[in-house]
């Protein structure tokens, strides 16, 4: 086994489900941090800013990172926004989510227009209403852009696995039938940016997630290898039926070793 020289990690679900904590994953974070491995948490987490991140990662599981450590859809969309507003001077946005996307995107410039936005991005949001689902629907039937943040259907929650971003995202979808462009896990996008940002070839980088239908297929779309533990969403009988196999599969992560890989 190759040894890697930077870690891209999943959160919820692979080091925490909620408020649930994983005190392997815990134990996995701090021997990267022991052995000076470089690594970012890169979630499809839009709803809260690194710094959120980070504050629930030290006050609620006892992991302790700065916002160097974490790279969230919600960042990936609005620096994705913002290459592609550099094109075109048009910086108009209507936001179907929470406050860790709007305020990536007011960063970045972008204002918001609930009639005639050249972007409407939709995130997962605890608070939506029939009503932003309908300032979405008409604002993409009159030409907006469609933009989902991520794909993900579900997220591992301590209550259990509640609708994610993807949910959202497909009821607009279906009432436009347009298809959105995708930023976060599975597309490569996010995945790329976290390593420009740690300066590591995709060759040199493992990603690290529960879930093969976002954090998996991330790392085979940006060619890097993939690590995925059975802690949150996929199981086994799923991932054997797909045809492209994770590099790694492990129960938890206090069976992978930096060294040696796979543990039994």
């Not at 591992?156 to 497909?170: C, S």
């Not at 790392?219 to 086994?236: M, N, Q, R």
Request: net charge negative; hydrophobic share 40%.
């Amino acid at each position: 086994m190759k040894k890697y020289q930077a870690y891209l990690i999943d959160l919820d679900g692979t080091i925490y489900a909620g408020s649930k904590r994983y005190p392997k994953a815990k134990a996995f974070v701090e021997r990267l941090q022991a052995a000076h491995v470089p690594f970012k948490f890169v979630t499809n987490n839009t709803t809260k800013l690194p710094v959120d991140v980070v504050a629930n990662l030290a006050d609620n599981h006892d992991i302790h990172v700065t916002t160097d450590n974490v790279y969230t859809a919600g960042l990936a969309t609005a620096d994705f926004l913002d290459r592609r507003a550099g094109q075109t001077g048009k910086r108009t946005v209507y936001v179907v989510g929470e406050i860790g996307l709007k305020q990536a995107l007011a960063a970045k410039g972008f204002t918001v227009d609930e009639d005639h936005p050249e972007y409407v991005v939709v995130g997962l949001d605890s608070d939506v209403t029939y009503e932003k689902f309908a300032k979405a629907i008409l604002a993409i039937r009159r030409g907006s852009t469609f933009i989902g943040t991520n794909s993900d259907s579900i997220i591992p929650k301590a209550r259990g696995l509640l609708p994610g971003a993807g949910a959202l995202v497909d009821m607009v979808r279906y009432a436009t039938q347009q298809d959105p462009i995708f930023v976060g896990k599975p597309e490569p996008i996010i995945l790329n940016n976290s390593l420009a940002q740690l300066g590591i070839a995709a060759d040199q980088a493992l990603m690290v997630g529960d879930n093969y239908q976002t954090d998996i297929l991330a790392g085979i779309h940006a060619g890097v290898d993939t690590l995925l533990t059975y802690t949150g969403v996929s199981t086994p009988a799923q991932v054997a039926q797909q045809a492209i196999q994770p590099t790694y599969t492990v129960p938890d992560l206090a069976h992978w070793d930096l060294e040696a890989g796979p543990i039994d």
